[in-house]
C-alpha cells in the first residue's frame, strides 16, 4: 500500500496488487477542500489506471448541497470515464453524510458503469474489491 496524497481530511493510497485507488476521509470538508481533494483523488485515480475506488466514508461527516451540485455537474462523467469495474462505499458515522451519498447514488444508479456496493466496514470493502 502506497500513500499518494494527504490533506488535514483525506489520506489517498494505492493498493496495487488490487488496482485499487483508497480515499480515506478524516474530517469534515466543504467548497475548493472538498472539491480540490476530490479531483486531486480523480487524477490520481487515472494516473495508477484504477479498477476499482475504495471510499471510506467513517468519519465524513455532512456533504454540502452545492458539493453535491458540483459532483452531479462537474465530476461524475470524468468518474464514468475511468472505466472502473468496482467501487466501494463505507458507509459514514454521520447520518446527514448517508443521507446525501445515498441520495447521489440514487440519483445516478442507471448511469453508472462499474459495480458498486456499500458496506458498514473498510474490511468488508477491502475484502469484495479483492473477491475480483
Given at each position: ?98 443521507m446525501a451519498v445515498n441520495g ?15 458496506f458498514a466496514t473498510l474490511e468488508e ?8
Open positions: 500500500m502506497e500513500i499518494l496524497f494527504t490533506t488535514d481530511c483525506l489520506r489517498v493510497q494505492w493498493h496495487a496488487a488490487t488496482g485499487t485507488l483508497e480515499m480515506a476521509w478524516q474530517c469534515f470538508a466543504s467548497g475548493d477542500e472538498f472539491r480540490q481533494a476530490v479531483s486531486t483523488t480523480l487524477d490520481l485515480a487515472r494516473q495508477h489506471g484504477a479498477r476499482n475506488w475504495l471510499s471510506d466514508n467513517r468519519l465524513m461527516r455532512a456533504i454540502r448541497v452545492a458539493d453535491q451540485e458540483w459532483y452531479s455537474t462537474a465530476l461524475h462523467a470524468p468518474l464514468l470515464a475511468l472505466g472502473l469495474r468496482r467501487m466501494a462505499v463505507v458507509e459514514s458515522e454521520d447520518a446527514m453524510n448517508r447521489l447514488l440514487r440519483q445516478h444508479a442507471n448511469t453508472f458503469t462499474f459495480e458498486l456496493r456499500q470493502a477491502r475484502t469484495w474489491l479483492r473477491s475480483e
